[in-house]
T-cell receptor
Framework: DQQVKQNSPSLSVQEGRISILNCDYT??????FLWYKKYPAEGPTFLIS?????DKNEDGRFTVFLNKSAKHLSLHIVPSQPGDSAVYFC???????????FGPGTRLSVLP | EPEVTQTPSHQVTQMGQEVILRCVPI?????FYWYRQILGQKVEFLVS????????KSEIFDDQFSVERPDGSNFTLKIRSTKLEDSAMYFC????????????????FGPGTRLTVL
C-alpha cells in the first residue's frame, strides 16, 4: 500500500507552457511535503517544500499547492523549460525530519 | 558550494560478501540518511541517524544493515551478507537541522553508489 502516489509516470509539456505534477498521499500525520528533482546518474535535488499548515508556497517558477482535505499536492512549473526535464518525486516527512516517504516519481519531458 | 560525496560510485560484489558504502555529508549538517532505489522503482528510505544513533529505520533496514559515523566526517552503510536483491543505487543525504531558529527540512543528496550483487 503506497503512502505517496504519483499516478502519472510521465508527462510531456511544450516549452513555455505550464507543467502540473500531481501527488496524493494517505498519511495525514506528516507535517511537511517536499518536491525533489532527479536527473539520470545524479542524486535527488530539493526543489520546494510546504508545511502542512499552508496551502501554497512559491519559489520563482515553482509553486506547490497543498489540499489537505483531498490529501493532494501539486507542483506547478511555469514557464516550463527544457532543462526542467527530469524525474520529479514528491515526498512527505515528519516535523523532526526523521524519515521521509517518497512517491514513485513522474518523468517530465519539456519539448522545445 | 558544499556537497555530499559518496564512494565508490560503483561497487560490484559477490552474493554473501560484505560491502561498506561511504558518504561524506556536508560538514555542519547533523542529520544523515540512507536511501536506496532499485532500478525502475521509487526511492526508498532506509535509515536516519542523529546524535550518533539511529533515529528511524524502515522495514528494509534489517539485521544485515548497519550504519556508523566512525570519525565525525564519514557516514557508512554496511551490508553484512549481500543478496541479489540488494542491487540498487544507494543514496546518502544530510540535513542541517536548523537554519537559524527554523527547522530545515531540505535534505542534500549525494550522487549515489551503484551496488551490483552477482
Amino acid at each position: 500500500d503506497q503512502q505517496v502516489k504519483q499516478n502519472s509516470p510521465s508527462l510531456s509539456v511544450q516549452e513555455g507552457r505550464i507543467s502540473i505534477l500531481n501527488c496524493d498521499y494517505t498519511n495525514s500525520m506528516f507535517d511537511y511535503f517536499l518536491w525533489y528533482k532527479k536527473y539520470p546518474a545524479e542524486g535527488p535535488t530539493f526543489l520546494i517544500s510546504i508545511s502542512s499548515i499552508k496551502d501554497k508556497n512559491e519559489d520563482g517558477r515553482f509553486t506547490v499547492f497543498l489540499n489537505k482535505s483531498a490529501k493532494h499536492l501539486s507542483l506547478h512549473i511555469v514557464p516550463s523549460q527544457p532543462g526542467d526535464s527530469a524525474v520529479y518525486f514528491c515526498a512527505e516527512g515528519d516535523n523532526y525530519g526523521q524519515n521521509f516517504v517518497f512517491g514513485p516519481g513522474t518523468r517530465l519531458s519539456v519539448l522545445p | 558550494e558544499p556537497e555530499v560525496t559518496q564512494t565508490p560510485s560503483h561497487q560490484v560484489t559477490q552474493m554473501g560478501q560484505e560491502v561498506i558504502l561511504r558518504c561524506v555529508p556536508i560538514s555542519n549538517h547533523l542529520y544523515f540518511y540512507w536511501y536506496r532505489q532499485i532500478l525502475g522503482q521509487k526511492v526508498e528510505f532506509l535509515v536516519s541517524f542523529y546524535n550518533n544513533e539511529i533515529s528511524e529505520k524502515s522495514e528494509i533496514f534489517d539485521d544485515q544493515f548497519s550504519v556508523e559515523r566512525p570519525d565525525g566526517s564519514n557516514f557508512t552503510l554496511k551490508i553484512r551478507s549481500t543478496k541479489l536483491e540488494d542491487s540498487a543505487m544507494y543514496f546518502c543525504a544530510s540535513r542541517l537541522l536548523l537554519a537559524g531558529a527554523i527547522v530545515s527540512h531540505e535534505q542534500f543528496f549525494g550522487p549515489g553508489t551503484r551496488l551490483t550483487v552477482l
